[in-house]
């Protein structure tokens, strides 16, 4: 019985295994059959991926990406929102083709999924109320708000052992808890908290108040996600991504999320515009 077990569970695995592999070979015909691209995208975090409340749009620059690579397979998009939690598990499940997901690329995520190029380079940092933190030793035994599942999540852990995480399912919670003084912080990318801090300051009742000192604990490198060994989809993907950078497309969609004039500017050397070939 035992024995009958095992092997059961060992051919199902290997069924598994080709069945996965032919599968995530298909993506890139498979999109083109279809006519359309599903990407798994954040619905709440500008200015990566959010919906626009006149148009109900989904906007950002995660989604000019997406929109780019749609526009080169000839095909329509469709958005599907993800959490940093259930990305992962929503594109190996085939229910999304690609995920365009403020994701860091990292060699414990690469055993399970495949990353673009490197299209965004960022950091994590800390999003506080002005004046509170001038260091990590400012958070030590203190509670910090961050997300599920998230690389900002382990690296905070580490950086900060004695503090408190609370852990949401996306950061405008977290954001939440800040503003209610329930956590002394909230960690994630900078480029995030930019985004947060920037409705912050839009608000009349919030603005001037928060800041995100100069303390970064890790680089961000961000990476499309698609299915492990979906050998032909990487390559059309990475072929974009290098396409968009030599046009200057990359940097017009750059420009329109973290230029001087955006919501959310940027205006740090560690903020590389889209496309680098590291870590691929
Ligand atoms: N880039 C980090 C990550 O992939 C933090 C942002 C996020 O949670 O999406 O985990």
Request: glycine share 8%.
């Amino acid at each position: 019985m035992r024995g009958k077990t095992i092997l059961l569970v060992a051919a199902m695995a290997l069924v598994g295994s080709l069945y996965g592999s032919s599968m995530a070979a298909d993506t890139l015909a498979g999109v083109k059959a279809k006519g359309v691209l599903v990407a798994g995208v954040k619905d709440s975090l500008p200015p990566f991926g959010s919906v626009d409340p006149n148009t109900k749009e989904y906007v950002g620059y995660d989604i000019d990406f997406i929109k780019y690579i749609a526009k080169k397979l000839g095909v329509k998009v469709e958005f599907k929102p993800v959490t940093s939690a259930n990305r992962m598990p929503m594109l190996m499940e085939s229910r999304v083709d690609i995920l365009a997901a403020t994701m860091t690329k990292n060699p414990e995520r690469a055993k399970q999924i495949d990353f673009s190029y490197t299209y965004f380079l960022t950091g994590q940092k800390f999003l506080t109320k002005k004046g509170t933190v001038k260091s990590l030793k400012d958070l030590e035994g203190k509670k910090i708000a961050t997300a599920k599942g998230s690389t900002s999540e382990q690296n905070v852990k580490k950086s900060v052992p004695s503090a408190t995480i609370l852990s949401f399912d996306d950061y405008p919670q977290g954001v939440l808890a800040l503003q209610q003084g329930k956590a002394i912080a909230v960690t994630t990318d900078e480029s995030i908290l930019a985004g947060q801090l920037g409705k912050l300051e839009k608000n009349p009742a919030t603005k001037g108040r928060y800041e995100i000192p100069d303390v970064q604990i890790s680089e961000e490198p961000y990476g499309l996600g698609m299915r492990k060994g979906d050998a032909k989809f990487v390559k059309f993907v990475n072929d974009a991504i290098l396409e968009m950078e030599k046009t200057g497309e990359a940097k017009k969609i750059f420009e329109r999320w973290f230029g001087p004039n955006s919501d959310s500017p940027i205006n740090r050397g560690s903020f590389a515009i889209a496309a680098d070939k590291r870590g691929t």
